[in-house]
Nanobody, 112 residues
């Protein structure tokens, strides 16, 4: 059974940082490009970042470029997203995903 379990979300002030983690199981993690997507209240799903199977190539949405960093540990089947310089508009449920599958998400709330 495929499982993607996100953690690390929380409440943070503007300018703050968080590190999201995703524990993957039930599939050959090291073979897949992984991504983070998010959904803000009342809005659709937004792609945030992707990382290729080897971890060498990374892509970012313009809205997060220079502030967020995606990484992975294929030995531990883990995906990460470092969120720095957070803005109020980054408030959303964050999901790790591959193909058309995603986890239950972890909530990030940026508020003063």
């Amino acid at each position: 059974e495929v499982q993607l379990v996100e953690s690390g979300g929380g409440l943070v002030q503007p300018g703050g940082s968080l590190r999201l983690s995703c524990a993957a199981s039930g599939f050959t993690f090291r073979s897949y490009t992984m991504k983070w997507v998010r959904q803000a209240p009342g809005k659709g799903l937004e792609w945030v970042s992707s990382i290729t199977s080897s971890g060498i190539v990374r892509y970012y949405a313009d809205s997060v470029k220079g502030r967020f960093t995606i990484s992975r540990d294929n030995a531990r089947n883990m995906l990460y997203l470092q969120l720095n310089s957070l803005k109020i508009e980054d408030t959303a449920m964050y999901y790790c995903a591959y193909d058309d599958r995603r986890g239950q998400g972890t909530q990030v709330t940026v508020s003063s």
